[in-house]
């Protein structure tokens, strides 16, 4: 009879774990679904365009890594694109009070870094950036498995298009 109540007991512990392992994991994907960086997480690739100080225009091609904590409340971006004669790698890490957001931001290639701040959610991001010598306005919307990204500066980068799908 103690070993019937034993495997009882087993069973129960086992049905437990695994509806508590579910509960956080439909949890986690609320958070995310419902946060302001909602659509955002995954991998991106696409194409658009770089217009440089010097007046020319360059087409670019792009990546992106984006990592939406299990709150749903930070987000951690990397940005790569390249064109035949021109490259930038943009990583940002971001948190949320709302729809209000701030962080940090760099660009690798440049060893440029600073701070960043505006709004998230419905599927956008705008915010300004600035480091020493430098500030941008970049928007990101996302819509499905499409987003566009559009950075307007007045330093070496003038400013940057782009489109891309979730892979």
Request: net charge positive.
């Given at each position: ?5 034993s ?29 302001p ?26 990546k ?104």
């Amino acid at each position: 009879m103690k070993l019937f109540g034993s495997s009882l007991l087993r069973q129960a512990v086992a049905a437990a774990g695994v509806g508590a392992a579910l509960m956080l994991s439909v949890a986690q994907s609320h958070a995310q679904a419902g946060g302001p960086f909602a659509g955002f997480d995954g991998n991106w690739s696409g194409t658009g365009t770089v217009a440089l100080s010097n007046g020319t225009t360059e087409n670019i091609r792009c990546k992106a890594d984006y990592k939406v904590n299990a709150s749903g409340l930070g987000l951690k971006q990397n940005l790569h694109c390249a064109s035949d004669s021109y490259k930038f790698d943009l990583s940002s890490d971001v948190t949320s009070q709302g729809e209000r957001i701030s962080g940090n931001w760099s660009e690798k290639s440049r060893n440029i870094f600073g701070n960043l701040q505006g709004t998230a959610g419905g599927g956008q991001i705008d915010v300004f950036v600035e480091a020493s010598g430098f500030a941008a306005n970049l928007n990101l919307r996302t819509t499905g498995n499409k987003q566009s990204v559009q950075i307007d500066s007045k330093g070496e980068i003038r400013g940057v298009k782009i489109t891309m799908t979730r892979t």
